[in-house]
């Protein structure tokens, strides 16, 4: 897999149409909910820090852990830009090795947790996550749901042609081993209006609730709260993505 690399220069622009507001305001509505004192969040997963820069900003000490060094540098960039000193670390997640201990949060947000495509590698994440938060500490991630990434993105193929980017994005879905492969071909265009084809291969794992209830079960979290698409109740079948709320 060549996941994120070329990817991290176009994925601002691709993502343009995600509300990014929207979901930061939906992460601190849950943290009030939860009367969770947070002052100090570890991201997983951070990407271009579309979430970390904007809660940086908002005061939190937040450190961001991302597996694409590419990823980390634009975050690094557009954090400088608005002169925000990140502290960014480029690490697998699924071998989470975090020096500070006691946190108040960790988020995952966004497909993270799909990226990681074996159990045990993600009960080992869960494991960490539990072992480095504080008592009453918060653990909130979000994935695509299954009847998303079986069901709408599925063996479904998407594309866009605009003016300085145009992509073609193929997926097939393997309902044995319930993961979808992406596979990415862009095309950006230079200063010149010449175009460089660049191509990827994602790889997402589709779990369902129970799978990832179970999980966090049994590293230590209970009573974890289960909301659909950015709202308060039960994920409908047809919802896309599934927010985790857990307390250690
Ligand atoms: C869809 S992006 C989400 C980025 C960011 N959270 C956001 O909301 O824009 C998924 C991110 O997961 C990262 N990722 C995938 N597998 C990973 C792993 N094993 N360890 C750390 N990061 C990983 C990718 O590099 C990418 O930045």
């Not at 990226?115 to 504080?134: G, P, R, W």
């Not at 079986?150 to 309902?175: H, K």
């Amino acid at each position: 897999m060549n996941q994120y690399r070329d990817f991290a220069f176009v994925y601002d622009k691709l993502m343009d149409d995600v509300d990014y507001e929207g979901w930061i305001n939906y992460i601190e509505q849950i943290i009030k909910n939860e009367n969770a004192q947070v002052k100090n969040i570890l991201e997983l997963a951070c990407g271009t820090g579309n979430i970390t820069i904007p809660l940086a900003k908002k005061n939190y000490d937040i450190a961001g852990i991302d597996i694409s060094d590419e990823m980390l540098n634009v975050a690094r960039s557009k954090g400088e830009e608005q002169g925000i000193d990140l502290v960014l670390l480029e690490q697998d997640i699924s071998e989470l090795d975090f020096d500070v201990t006691n946190l108040d949060c960790v988020l995952c947000a966004c497909d993270g947790f799909n990226y990681i495509t074996y159990d045990e590698d993600l009960m080992n994440v869960f494991s960490k996550t539990h072992e480095l938060l504080k008592e009453e500490g918060i653990f909130i991630f979000d994935i695509s749901s299954f009847y998303k990434l079986s069901t709408v993105l599925g063996d479904n193929m998407y594309g866009e042609n605009r003016e300085d980017i145009s992509y073609m994005w193929q997926n097939y879905f393997d309902d044995e081993q319930n993961l979808v492969e992406m596979e990415l071909t862009f095309f950006v265009a230079d200063e010149n209006g010449k175009y460089d084809k660049h191509e990827e291969r994602h790889l997402q794992r589709a779990y369902t609730e129970e799978e990832i209830l179970d999980m966090l079960e049994e590293v230590g979290f209970a009573d974890v709260k289960v909301y659909g698409d950015f709202t308060f109740e039960q994920p409908e079948e047809d919802c896309e993505r599934v927010f985790f709320v857990c307390r250690k």
